[in-house]
């Protein structure tokens, strides 16, 4: 795709945190942008005052950029601001008026219910001909077409069609003459320019009356692409009532933005091929808005999870030791900050690397070496100490306290030595060792743990284990 002229746009609004959903319509927005060498427009739909904060303006820009949606990037433009065109949505909106393309109302909704006998019926028409001005508490509806159908050029959809007749005479100005969001939205697409609208699929219904207002605007419509709506595990759409949805959360909690990216573009498309991890560049420059599926997009978390791993997997070690930082200090740590050791972090931080798959994993994994005695997790403790646990404690005392240090090779077989004495494999004997020094049944490989933790500290806690057994 190449055609600069071609202008896409992102419209949150400023009410919450980012949602997952706004983020994949932002990525497939700017891959569009970037690949014709167009413009990504930002638009704040910040007309609901009531619900609207600066801070999440703030958090809509820091969101975006943290997935690679940078307002320094040529291609980013704005952001503007609805509430700033509300004049010009007034206008169009008497325009319209003027031409006898819409007229004026006092119906109620009990009057409308009352007519109709149904309370899911749309508007009746009663005032289409009635001639009314304007009077404050009259709303301004739009005269819709009785004849023919509205169709929709999607390049997701395909063309949908829409029967006139089936489209209400819908309101789009308030009794207090403020516009509402159907034309507020049109005038601001064709005000900037817009050639393509990337959305959400919950936005297809209002397609044929924005349609019916840009052609009576004389303007010629938007081409339109509405994406699958993303679904839970229980294929219901995801809801902030119910499901994780924002994405400041997920990298609050250690979710990489490159994995976070990759994921959410392969939320309702693929590259053709069976490669998903993939650097946000290759995907961009693969993404064909065309290809993208109709059917809904299951957010699999557990799938997230597995990219992020990967992702943390291939960091050079040294921005691996970086990026878990954050949670290895207040308010993340659970030790005090002058317990932290900075050597010891560096020199378990490669290990750690091979079995967290969240950032914030890392805070369990590494705990044993900067608290002052291990966790008590009473299911860990009850697991490994079975069988004769004391004694098993005690023959590998005795056997680490004469090994070598510097290798952890040379721990492994004083553990194996002792276990040999008990008539135990390595997995058996090294269990309530594990258990004893670091608090858990699983974590870091043992030996390796035992070398950064140093002799001293490793034979006090199995001292302790042992006194614990001994009641």
Known sequence: MSDASTRVRFAPSPTGMFHVGGARSALYNWAVARQSGGKFVLRIEDTDAARNKPEWIDGIISALASIGISKDDPTFEGPYFQSKNADRHREAAQKLYAQGRAYYCDCTREQVQERTGSQH?????????????????????????????????????????????????????????????????????????????????????????????????????????????????????????????????????????????????????????????????????????????????????????????????ALPVGKFIEACELWLLAPYAIWAPEDFDQVAWEAIAPHAQTRVAVLSDITANVDFLFLKEPVEDEASWTKAMKGDPAALLATARAKLETADWTSPESLKEAVLAAGEEHSLKLGKAQAPVRVAVTGRTVGLPLFESLEVLGKDRTLARIDAALAKLAG
């Open 121 to 313: 019926l749309g508007y009746d028409g009663f005032c289409r001909d009635r001639g009314l001005e304007y009077l404050e508490g009259r709303a301004l509806r739009f005269r819709t077409p009785t004849q023919g159908e509205t169709v929709v050029v999607d390049l997701v959809r395909g063309e949908p069609s829409f029967p006139n007749s089936a489209i209400e005479d819908f309101v789009i100005a308030r009794g207090d003459g403020s516009p509402v969001f159907l034309i507020a939205n049109v005038v601001d697409d064709l005000d900037e320019g817009i050639t393509l609208v990337i959305r959400g699929d919950e936005h297809l219904s209002n397609t044929p009356k924005q349609q019916l207002l840009w052609e009576a605007l004389g303007a010629k419509p938007p081409v339109w692409a509405h994406l699958p709506v993303i679904v839970n595990e229980k294929r219901q759409k995801l809801s902030k009532r119910r499901d994780k949805v924002a994405l400041e959360d997920y990298l609050a909690e250690g979710y990489l933005p490159e994995a976070m990216t990759n994921y959410l573009m392969l939320l309702g498309w693929g590259p053709g091929d069976d490669v998903e991890l993939r650097p946000y560049e290759e995907l961009e420059q693969k993404f064909r808005v065309e290809d993208v599926n109709t059917s809904p997009a299951f957010f699999d978390i557990k799938k997230l999870t597995a990219f992020n791993g990967e992702y943390i997997r």
